[in-house]
């Protein structure tokens, strides 16, 4: 029996995925394991293994579709099988199917005069064509069509209706489907959550001076920890003394971890990926920057696992490398708290009754008010605050 190529459940938070390409094509030999196509789920773009060995047999999903887990998009003959031969009629068809067709007919209409030929002709048209063309009120019957045994398919439709449109000024953008499913999930955490943000301005200088301190032991091999590595060190330090600041909260329920798996917002060309480092408060400096390296280039090339986006327990957004000073960063359901970390720049400052020019950094603090109060998130910034302005206390 052919072997089905069904569609893996990557994603936990939709019941479908885009597919992007088939890496083979239907009659190539394919070894199980091997890639076989790619997808795209709400965070990364990932590839799926070939269910068994043997032929590619057929394809019922063309790319750039969006198809549901656990159906069925082809089928594989394995070594030594042989499939029903197909008809004529079949073999002139395309093994990537690209729409269900229908025959459909007028509705007879009782006629008192003679009628034009033309309106008693039988209407060929596919159920995804007739759809286009209700929803956008326009006639069918005006399409050139190039379907098979002349059918009027999809994008005769469509070029029907971009040649009856006047030109425009403008042009759709339709949005990716990871831009459509992080659209969702910042409407869900809106929706789901009560938001409150915390701002403070905090003396950088100490942090600024024990970076310039590690580059100069650093060796021209070692990775180079860049600010956002230290401000991943300091935070797991403040969430250790402040443990509900690294809880989630499902079904009524908080949740306190007892580490931090901190998830790192990072900007990539398919929108806002968020990755999550494990174990972040057993880690070093160096430890984190090699660690935040290898997972922000999976990110960017799409290659992170779904399980490097699970599992976060609070999430760090660092926009300071923008020139963004402040922002209220919008919280990771089912964390609890986000923070926000803006530019590090000099600015006056007085000190003891005389001026002087400091490096500051602003911070945004983004929790659930439902079980983070004011107070707790306060008391969060100020250890936040006290670990920048003094951080060899975040190595004691």
Not at 322 to 342: C, E, K, R, S, Y
């Amino acid at each position: 029996m052919p072997v089905d190529i069904l569609v893996p459940p990557l994603s936990q938070t939709s019941d479908s995925l885009h597919l992007l390409e088939w890496l083979k094509k239907p009659g190539d030999k394919v070894v199980k394991g091997e890639a076989l196509f790619t997808v795209e789920t709400d965070k990364a773009s990932l590839e799926v293994e070939s269910p068994e060995s043997g032929t590619l047999f057929e394809v019922y999903a063309k790319p750039q579709t969006e198809i549901t887990v656990r159906s069925v998009i082809g089928k594989i003959l394995r070594e030594g099988e042989t499939f029903p031969q197909k008809s004529e009629a079949d073999k002139a068809e395309p093994q990537i199917t690209e729409e269900i067709i229908i025959q459909v007919e007028s509705a007879p209409v009782e006629q008192k005069a003679p009628v034009d030929s033309k309106s008693a002709n039988r209407l060929f048209a596919s159920p995804r064509a007739r759809k286009l063309a209700n929803e956008k009120n326009f006639d069918l019957s005006h399409t050139v069509p190039t379907g098979m045994r002349g059918m009027v398919v999809e994008r005769d439709a469509r070029l029907l209706m971009e040649k009856a449109q006047p030109t425009a000024r403008t042009e759709s953008a339709p949005m990716s489907h990871i831009r459509q499913v992080i659209a969702k999930r910042m409407l869900e955490s809106h929706q789901g959550t009560v938001p409150v943000s915390y701002m403070r301005e905090t003396d950088a200088t100490g942090l600024v001076t024990l970076r310039n301190q590690v580059l100069v032991e650093l060796s021209e091999s070692d990775i180079r920890p860049t600010f956002t590595d230290f401000f991943i060190h300091i935070v797991c330090v403040a969430l250790m003394q402040h443990p509900q600041m690294n809880s989630t909260f499902e079904n009524g329920q908080l949740i306190l971890n007892r580490s931090v798996n901190l998830a790192l917002a990072v900007d990539t060309d398919r929108g806002l990926i968020v990755p999550v480092l494990r174990d972040t408060d057993q880690l070093t400096v160096r430890q984190i920057a090699n660690q935040r390296k290898v997972i922000v280039e999976k990110a960017m090339s799409g290659s992170v696992t779904p399980d490097e986006l699970t599992g976060g327990t609070f999430t760090l957004s660092n926009l300071g490398t923008l020139g963004i000073d402040f922002f209220t960063p919008i919280i990771n359901p089912p964390q609890v708290a986000i923070l926000g970390i803006g530019r590090i720049r000099e600015s006056p400052a007085v000190k003891d009754g005389e001026i002087y020019i400091r490096s500051v950094v602003g911070l945004a603090l983004t929790c659930d008010h439902r079980v983070i109060d004011g107070a707790p998130a306060a008391r969060f910034l100020e250890t936040l605050n006290q670990l920048i302005e003094n951080p060899s206390k975040a190595w004691m």
